[in-house]
């Protein structure tokens, strides 16, 4: 299957159906809308079905890159390479498998410029594949740079009110790590004279210094992107602006671009660095789980209160990254995938009633159950799965990770665990403040129950998240010898450097 | 295949009867959820008497769950006799608990969704005894915290319901914390999940020490307190215990099911399972000890004073979980689960028979406002009566058996406490007495003081609510005399020994029979005081008690209060995680971090800017003054270089 291109393929196919919708007469009525939408709609479908062959030809047993293509470009400055391995893969399928959702959600409730608005984001599912799947480090550069534009545009056009503040902060935050990236990278040709990520790391021969200040200028891409605290303000604000669809892909996807930026560059290339800096990110992680689940309790506006939780919930993702065994990678990368499919739905609930109240003040609801009881059905199994109940899928991530840090630190393990009690109290909390107890605003009386479009959106999320609860195992086939072989160049570096400090 | 269905077929009917309990005609959904969790009741005395007759322990693997690494764990049915006696337990009061709620909850128009969540609760409790690894169990033990969430919250309109349920789910939270510890410790040391794999190990583990800040904690100890925090957290012990008595607020089934014979049993459970652990770990046995007796000594104080009838009886499962954690503690596990399985029974039928009575009454739950029923209601009359002499331990009936069995083994234990424990139940046994029949009387005897109104409308419960009642009676007469020797007779080694592991120097049950003439009668006499002083209070000199309560008005209010735990815990934990969220979100992201980091910066930019822009003034004259400026700076530069 090798010689289909099929990654090209994939990549680009959803920018083909955004040609498409450009052909498409623009003369601003609804047939137009209509068509731009179906387009969309059957890009992203049809790229899904056939990002799904790419599950069937995967060798799961072969740690190395697969369905790889090579053409040297720019007299041979670089290459235009791409190729998976396990920790690509899911995120791709997860990308694609999110995306159509997002084109669902957005169906009635974006009014204007429909069709530069799915033009948006078929460019954005372009570039997020092809971050996930370029095997060229400049070609992943312009790729993890370049989703920031169609983002941004997100945010910035249909966002809420304050979009433009919340839409600079973004920008203003990502653009300062990236160019210290940029930077690394640079480093990074020069002194192995390549930028393929395979030849760099064959020939990659530096000292412990410059591994640190290499490691820190990645460092400051990915932990934004993540975010990490204390760089992880931006993620509220542009939340609370961007259109239900724009925070489905922020923190389904995008956040993931952070960890897989570390699982990626910063573990394989600097191990002596990652090993050098875990105990940082120990502490950065455990503050976040603490931090941002207290400050996610007193949050007034929901969506806030969600992302916050998403901060905490990555904090979960860095601790076991950086535990450098496989329950802790793979409990990571676990919890990334599970984390793109609650906080996908839960941005998804927020989103539908919005459409319904146009508020987003927890303060406002109340009662829904009683108007809404499907509605609160999903919603409490959404909520239980951020909550990490045993049983679906939130809680095999953070179970792995728990007992992957206990492996090296009790101390953050125990404090890690006590995100456990946080996270029920903030989320209970807003179940409770939304569903139950009198109804106090007066518009919710008349609130409709779900439509056939929300339960086919909710329905197959909800499924998911107690399939992958009760048996993780596809998942977690996917990336065990991807995670095992990062395990081994780690524990191979840790030893190189145990008995360099025995010689001495 | 059997063990299958009796763990499924409570889901089943859970998700037939949750998502289309609407469309179903009423009865079907009824007899549904019934059937399918009498059906499991039927099997599992048919496993009880298979595994009654000798040591019987199968485990039916169902499919991986959760490999990682080193870790593997898969789903899985195990079965022994401990396995198989909480599966008794768990499937007869649920069925009753199901039959009773038909005529119970007949008004209420989500009925439907009330039977959903029951027997997902039983499916729940069914699947933590009978998983054979801890993640398993881990899993039932959040599956029933959950269930507990949405039943006590049932009626979400009512503001105190849902506090009570997200307190429920909240306070087992932070005992569930304990429990993700204990599972990291002992997987750490032993790469496994599997009971039979750690259990094997538990020598190793004790001889192994860790060290945190240069102090050195024995592995075993401390995997054990953590397990044991877990224990704490669902079984409602002192410090964790706050929301067991607001649990009230849910619909009566829900309490009895919640406080006989799921959820709160699962910490016992949990205990009597790791007996291989606890048993070599006898600092943490002695700590279980002191909680228990603790516990058993407090909730009885507050029962004292308590004046709604399911809050009574509330503090008194507490309570009697205390005098199970004792028995635990002492080393006698089977005295445990025995009384676990007695005290079900009884109590399910003292908050069935409390749910009767505020039927009668028309929801009043207030005992001071109730008074002179058994005329009027004799059937519940008597069958709380029954369950009364139940709890306090009247000769033959079942809390004889079980309760002095805890007592006696207190008694002759070799764990340090094991005194402190004797004395405080004893006690403990003439408040029990002393405060179930205050209940009685206040209840069914004296004057009554009900208004007209409802007194008019009083009516003996349906009779499908008194079934349930009628069989509970009759299983709490029966079950301590009939059962009492698989527990506690002398083979009682043979037959529990591949549920229970007992160290070699273990010896407390067959030492119980032994002890001295004082000990073994003492509860009764305790027994007997506390009626006669009840009967003193209650019936011959009512003002009594207004008096003692005015006398000692500090301590009356303590009790009354509950010892102001909850007013504690509101005071240090409630009010302070939102202080600090606030803070950390007003002050610590708002001013700290954006106000250094963008908002700070793009001020500042801005500064820059607007300092740079008033220098473009507009003005000819001042750019020719600048240029002029320039050009002399130039020309001196230039000179000066020359």
């Known amino acids: 299957m090798d010689n289909w291109n099929l990654l090209s393929i994939i990549t680009f196919l959803p920018l ?105 984001f078929l460019v954005l599912e372009t570039l997020i594949i092809g971050t996930f799947s370029s095997l060229d480090i400049i070609l992943f550069y312009l790729f993890f740079e370049s989703v920031l534009i169609p983002m941004f545009i997100i945010i910035g056009v249909w966002g809420g009110q304050r979009k433009v503040y919340s839409a600079f902060k973004f920008f203003l935050y990502t653009l300062l790590g990236s160019i210290l990236m940029l930077a690394a990278i640079i480093y990074l040709y020069i002194n192995t004279g390549s930028t393929e990520i395979l030849l760099i790391n064959e020939r990659l021969n530096i000292n412990i210094s410059t591994q640190n200040i290499l490691w820190l200028a990645f460092f400051s891409s990915f932990a934004v992107k993540l975010p990490m605290w204390p760089v992880h303000t931006w993620l509220p604000d542009a939340h609370v602006e961007a259109p239900t669809a724009g925070s489905v892909i922020l923190a389904a996807i995008l956040l993931k671009m952070g960890g897989y930026g570390f699982l990626r560059f910063s573990l394989p290339f600097f191990p002596d660095a990652s090993l050098f800096f875990a105990p940082l990110i120990f502490i950065l992680s455990i503050v976040a789980i603490i931090y941002t689940s207290l400050v996610a309790f007193v949050q007034t506006d929901m969506k806030k209160l969600i992302a916050y939780s998403s901060v905490a919930h990555m904090g979960f993702v860095t601790l076991g990254i950086f535990t450098f065994n496989s329950q802790g990678i793979q409990g990571a990368v676990f919890q990334m995938f599970s984390h793109g499919l609650i906080s996908a739905a839960l941005f998804m609930c927020i989103g539908i009633v919005y459409e319904r109240l146009h508020t987003r003040l927890i303060s406002d609801y109340g009662g829904l159950v009683s108007n809404m009881p499907h509605f609160a059905v999903f919603f409490m199994l959404f909520t239980m799965a951020n909550i990490a109940l045993p049983g679906t899928s939130g809680f095999i991530g953070e179970f792995l990770t728990i007992i992957a840090t206990f492996k090296v630190s009790v101390i953050a393990a125990v404090l890690a665990a006590s995100g456990v009690i946080l996270s029920a109290v903030y989320g209970l909390f807003l179940y409770k403040n939304m569903f139950f107890g009198q109804i106090t605003n007066e518009a919710i009386e008349i609130l409709k129950d779900l439509n056939n479009r929300e339960k086919l959106i909710l329905i197959p999320l909800a499924f998911l998240v107690i399939f992958f609860g009760l048996y993780p195992s596809p998942i977690i086939n996917l990336i065990s010898s991807s995670s095992e072989n990062l395990v081994d160049i780690l524990n191979l570096t840790l030893n190189d450097n145990l008995s360099l400090e025995l010689k001495k | 295949m059997a063990l299958f269905l009796i763990v499924f077929l409570p889901l089943l009917s859970s998700l037939v009867v ?15 959820s019934c059937l399918m969790i009498i059906i499991p009741f039927f099997l599992s005395l048919y496993f009880l008497k298979l595994t009654l007759s000798g040591s019987y322990h199968i485990v039916v693997p169902l499919f991986e769950w959760l490999s990682s690494g080193d870790l593997i764990t898969e789903w899985s049915l195990r079965l022994d006799l401990l396995t198989s006696v909480m599966l008794v337990v768990v499937t007869s009061v649920s069925s009753l608990v199901h039959i009773y709620s038909i005529g119970y909850m007949s008004h209420d128009p989500n009925q439907t969704r009330f039977f959903a969540y029951l027997s997902f609760f039983t499916f729940a409790m069914l699947i933590l005894v009978t998983s054979n690894n801890f993640l398993q169990l881990f899993f039932g033990w959040e599956g029933v915290g959950l269930a507990s969430y949405l039943l006590i919250g049932f009626w979400h309109k009512k503001d105190s319901a849902n506090s009570a349920a997200m307190k429920a789910f909240v306070v087992n939270r932070v005992g569930d914390f304990g429990f993700l510890i204990g599972l990291a410790i002992l997987f750490f040391y032993t790469s496994s999940l599997d009971f039979d794999i750690i259990f094997s190990m538990n020598e190793q583990l004790s001889s192994n020490t860790f060290s945190i800040f240069n102090i050195d904690f024995n592995v075993l100890n401390t995997a054990c307190f953590f397990l044991f925090m877990g224990a704490m957290g669902k079984s409602a012990q002192l410090f964790l215990h706050t929301w067991l008595p607001d649990a009230m607020e849910g619909p009566t089934p829900v309490s009895a099911l919640i406080h006989a014979a799921t959820m709160v049993t699962a910490g016992i459970f949990l205990v009597a399972r790791c007996s291989p652990l606890f048993e070599m770990s006898p600092s943490i046995l002695s700590f279980i000890t002191y909680i228990g007796a603790s516990t058993a000594f407090f909730a009885a104080t507050v029962a004292l004073v308590q004046n709604d009838i399911k809050r009574i009886v509330a503090y008194s499962t507490c309570s009697q979980l205390g005098y199970m954690f004792v028995a635990l503690g002492s080393g006698a596990y089977q005295i445990a689960i025995f009384h676990l399985f007695t005290h079900a029974f009884f109590k399910a039928l003292l908050f069935l028979g409390s749910g009767s009575v505020i039927h009668a009454v028309s929801d009043e739950q207030d005992i001071r406002k109730m008074g002179g029923l058994y005329k009027l209601i004799p059937f519940t009359w008597i069958v709380m009566l029954i369950g009364t002499l139940g709890l306090t331990g009247a000769p033959l009936l079942s809390g004889y058996y079980s309760k002095d069995g805890i007592i006696e083994a207190a008694f002759v234990s070799q764990t340090e406490g094991h005194f402190y424990a004797f004395y405080l139940l004893v006690f403990s046994a003439l408040l029990t007495s002393f405060y179930s029949w205050r209940l009685i009387f206040l209840t069914f005897n004296g004057k009554s003081n009900i208004s007209t109104e409802i007194f008019s409308k009083i009516h003996e419960s349906p009779k499908v609510m008194l079934f349930p009642l009628m069989v509970l009676s009759i299983l709490t007469i029966f079950s301590g005399i009939y059962f009492v020797d698989y527990f506690m007779s002398h083979d009682y080694q043979f037959l529990w020994q591949t549920a229970i592991y007992l160290s070699e120097s273990n010896h407390v049950i067959e030492s119980i029979h032994y002890v001295p003439k004082w000990v073994k009668y003492s509860p009764l006499v305790m027994m007997v005081l506390g009626l006669i002083t009840a009967i003193i209070f209650y019936l011959i000199y009512p003002n009594i008690p207004k008096i003692l309560s005015n006398k000692f008005n500090p301590l009356y209010k303590f009790l009354l209060n509950k010892w102001y735990f909850d007013e504690l815990y509101e005071l240090i934990f409630v009010r302070n995680i939102s202080r600090i969220g606030n803070f950390l979100s007003n002050f610590g992201d708002k001013r700290v971090i954006d106000g250094l980091g963008p908002d700070g910066i793009s001020l500042r930019v801005m500064d820059i800017a607007k300092q740079v822009s008033r220098i473009q003034t507009g003005y000819i004259y001042h750019y020719a003054f600048a240029m002029l400026i320039g050009l002399m700076l130039f020309i001196t530069y230039f000179f000066v270089r020359v």
């Open chain 1, 16 to 120: 083909v159906g955004a040609l498409f919708i450009l052909l498409i007469p623009q003369n601003n009525n609804t047939s137009s809308e209509r068509n731009s939408k179906s387009v969309a709609l059957w890009t992203s479908l049809i790229t899904f079905l056939i990002s799904l062959l790419l599950l069937i030809g995967f060798d799961t047993s072969d740690p190395s890159f697969q369905f790889v293509e090579r053409i040297v470009i720019a007299d041979g400055l670089m290459t235009y390479q791409l190729g998976v391995d396990g920790f690509s893969l899911v995120f791709i399928i997860l990308t694609t498998f999110l995306i159509p959702f997002c084109i669902l959600i957005s169906w009635d409730s974006i009014k204007d410029r429909v069709e530069s608005y799915m033009i948006a």
């Open chain 2, 18 to 32: 949750g998502f289309f309990g609407k469309k179903l005609n009423l009865m079907l959904s009824h007899s549904l």
